[in-house]
């Protein structure tokens, strides 16, 4: 009965830590008062209408965006060969190969952003734009490729051979048949790379620039200079979009079978 | 080479790497042949396949089909089929699909494509099951949509690769039949690899047995079963009692024991084996003690220690039976024996 008693008492405490913030977060946004506060000050929904209004954060939203996506197609289009390579063949330098495009998990963001800053921004006089978007693709990559090799491993190598003696190319091959197979697994990773990216914050942190900036770091700036609720509606809506996101993706994806 | 000969294999070695899973194996084949390749896993059956389909590169030799030499020529213009032992079909596309698939990279007009893949799944008795995914489908369903896949392309050869080790007992005997009716039908020169020699010879024109990638013998199922040449053919055929066989006497344990003078024994003979059918029981000039006796149907089977070693002899049932602990007569006549001309 008290094993019983506890149980419940630590997934309550457990569910507690995890929805929250949340929350807590949602009840700020919904306040009809002047500054960032919680319990709220009355209820209105002026603070959600007023996100948009915000140019800065429209900038930074499309920034983001844009980021998110093509950042997450890059990385798509590097990782699924090297996914497919990894499965198919048996390269000499294999581990090695996982390793290193693991790394970007692997070392904190911290020092990925710094690094980019002090030996590819500084010295080379790349934009922060282009840095932006090389981070988030090589941050993005170690999450396609295994997603991608995850659906590749469930998938047996001998239909292709079977398409090439039908007729097809090698080439043909992978693009007829194992493609359409690993569709789900690719629409996966760009689901969990898009999150990933659109959620970045400390390697955005270093390349931030005039005028650019993705969304969570223009949400700090915009935290230290105004402290209104307009943060809290804006952190709640991104919130409930990727709830949705994910929500659709193991709808239609069996999204937890990837990640 | 002769002129019948359809497709050729001259002296194809097959290597992965430095292991030589095939060495320098020779088969002609005629036009419109059932031919099985038969062997215990691991002998080089699926090797020489990939070969003939051109997924593998001999590491010498050449392969010729129809008067063109096919050595090099690449697996999507060979016009040889292959059905998967584990099938491989396309898990995106339905059972039309499957069998559409190499048609369309033909790109042929639509009509005559619905024709074909309609001929082809009405061959193979599937023409109700157009629409199912292949996860929807039973292994004997899966198999035949591989069949029909590869014959709808009209290949020149058709190879299966142990097409009926992935079924349960009754579904193979049907789709034994149903090979068999299929090849008269298309009348596609076929090559089915098995390690079941009762599917091989109650299927094949010839029969092509292999070992660590060598042919041991090739011949009509008669041949192989009633004249087993090697000492591993007569064994996987299922003679029980093998001998040595010098200057016309038996080896055995405890020296050389000469036969009962019948039919000479040739000088070129190394070995004699008898299948227990073949033994003479309650007459002749051994003896031995029944140690074992079991029931199989048809007959029943005795286990004898005799001065040639262990002896299995069977015969019909209904008979006086013997008794364990007894001792009988025997004989091993030369004229049942098959006469082997390698031991090794
Ligand atoms: N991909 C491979 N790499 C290395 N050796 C292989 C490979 N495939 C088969 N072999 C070896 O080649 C020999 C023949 O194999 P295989 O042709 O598959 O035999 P079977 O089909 O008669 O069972 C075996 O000794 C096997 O271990
Ligand atoms: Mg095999």
Redesign the interface.
């Known amino acids: 009965m008290t094993g019983r008693l506890l149980s419940y008492a630590t997934l309550t405490l457990v569910l507690a830590f995890l929805l929250g913030p949340f929350l807590i977060i949602v009840a700020a946004a919904l306040s009809a008062g002047e500054t960032l506060a919680f319990p709220p000050q009355g209820l209105s929904l002026k603070w959600v209408f007023k996100v948009f209004e915000i140019e800065s954060f429209r900038k930074s939203f499309a920034l983001s965006m844009f980021l998110a996506v093509f950042g997450t197609l890059a990385a798509l289009v590097l990782g699924v060969p090297v996914a497919y390579a990894a499965s198919r063949y048996k390269l000499p330098f294999r581990e090695t190969l996982r390793t290193i495009v693991s790394a970007p998990i692997i070392v904190p963001g911290i020092i990925v952003g710094l690094a980019l800053l002090r030996y590819l921004v500084i010295p080379l006089d790349v934009g922060v734009g282009l840095a932006l978007f090389i981070a988030h693709t090589a941050l993005i990559l170690p999450y396609a490729v295994r997603v991608v090799s995850a659906s590749l491993e469930n998938?047996?190598s001998?239909?292709e051979?079977?398409?090439?003696?039908?007729?097809?190319?090698r080439a043909?091959a992978f693009f007829?048949?194992v493609l359409?197979?690993i569709?789900n697994g690719i629409l996966a990773a760009f689901i969990l790379g898009f999150v990933t990216s659109f959620n970045q914050v400390p390697v955005s942190l270093f390349l931030s620039g005039p005028g650019v900036r993705t969304l969570p770091i223009d949400m700090i700036w915009y935290m230290e200079i105004t402290y209104d609720p307009s943060v809290a509606a804006l952190a709640a809506l991104l919130a409930f979009l990727s709830i949705a996101i994910v929500f659709l993706a193991e709808r239609f994806l069996g999204f937890s079978r990837y990640v | 080479m002769s002129d019948l000969t359809y497709l050729s294999l001259k002296d194809v070695t097959l290597a992965y790497g430095k292991s030589v899973a095939v060495d320098r194996l020779s088969l002609d084949i005629t036009r419109g042949e059932l031919i099985a390749l038969l062997g215990p896993s691991g002998c080089g059956k699926t090797t020489t396949m990939r070969a003939i389909t051109g997924l593998m590169r001999p590491a010498a030799g050449r392969i010729t089909l129809d008067g063109a030499d096919i050595t090099y020529l690449p697996a999507n213009k060979r016009q040889v089929g292959l059905v998967f032992q584990s099938y491989a079909l396309f898990p995106h596309l339905n059972v039309f699909e499957n069998v559409a698939f190499g048609l369309r990279l033909k790109r042929l007009d639509g009509k005559t494509l619905d024709t074909r893949v309609d001929g082809g799944l009405d061959l193979v008795g599937l023409s109700h099951l157009t629409n199912r995914k292949p996860a929807e489908l039973s292994g004997g369903q899966q198999q035949r949509v591989a069949l029909a896949r590869s014959l709808v392309m009209d290949p020149k050869v058709l190879l299966l690769d142990e097409p009926l080790s992935n079924l349960d007992a009754r579904l193979r005997l049907e789709m034994r039949t149903e090979l068999q009716r299929v090849q008269r039908e298309s009348g596609v020169t076929m090559v089915f690899v098995t390690h079941d020699q009762s599917e091989a010879l109650a299927l094949a024109d010839r029969i092509v047995v292999m070992k660590d990638g060598y042919i041991e013998q090739l011949g009509t199922p008669e041949d192989v079963y009633d004249r087993p040449s090697t000492r591993f053919v007569a064994d996987f055929v299922g003679f029980e009692n093998i001998f040595a066989v010098e200057n016309g006497k038996l080896k055995t344990a405890d020296g050389e024991v000469p036969l009962n003078p019948g039919a000479p024994i040739e000088g070129t003979v190394k070995g004699l084996a008898w299948r227990p059918s073949k033994v003479t029981l309650g007459s002749g000039s051994f003896s031995g003690i029944v140690k074992g006796s079991s029931f199989a149907g048809h007959a029943r089977e005795y286990l004898l220690d005799s001065a040639l070693g262990p002896i299995k002899a069977e015969q019909p049932v209904p008979h006086d039976a013997y008794a364990i602990g007894d001792r009988i007569a025997f004989d091993l006549a030369p004229e049942h024996a098959a006469r082997l001309n390698r031991m090794e």
Do not use: F, K, Q, T
């Not at chain 1, 051979?161 to 190319?169: C, K, P, Q, R, T």
């Open positions: 998938l047996r001998d239909i051979e079977a398409a090439v003696i039908l007729g097809s190319s043909g007829r048949v359409p197979n569709r």
